[in-house]
Nanobody, 121 residues
Framework: QVQLVESGGGLVQAGGSLGLSCAAS?????MGWFRQAPGKEREFVAA????????SYADSVKGRFTISRGDSKKTVYLQMNSLKPEDTAVYYC?????????????????WGQGTQVTVSS
């Protein structure tokens, strides 16, 4: 069983930065960040392989967000720069036990509780 706990959300002005963390218990897997804004579907943000050697980003965040893993491979980070009001959402950390850098929510078996990110204009 894998448990994921996110932290680091909050309120920031447009153009600012925030960092999110996801601490995982159990085995290490490919990890992803997703987000869900009110009234919208949950969408892919970024993902990173177990080794940290490969990453993938949604076009909407490429060049602004960076996903990384800690040395123990048990913590995943999402550094968000140049934030925009449209980045406002609940951000979820997820784990994919089968290893692929998938953009689909159905490929991730474990989910955190989510952390709110609000970007004011």
């Amino acid at each position: 069983q894998v448990q994921l706990v996110e932290s680091g959300g909050g309120l920031v002005q447009a153009g600012g930065s925030l960092g999110l963390s996801c601490a995982a218990s159990g085995l290490s897997y490919t990890m992803g960040w997703f987000r869900q804004a009110p009234g919208k579907e949950r969408e892919f943000v970024a993902a990173i392989t177990w080794s940290g050697g490969r990453t993938s980003y949604a076009d909407s965040v490429k060049g602004r967000f960076t996903i990384s893993r800690g040395d123990s491979k048990k913590t995943v980070y999402l550094q968000m720069n140049s934030l925009k009001p449209e980045d406002t959402a609940v951000y979820y950390c997820a784990a994919n036990a089968f290893g692929g850098l998938s953009w689909s929510t159905s490929e991730y078996q474990y989910w955190g509780q989510g952390t709110q990110v609000t970007v004011s204009s």
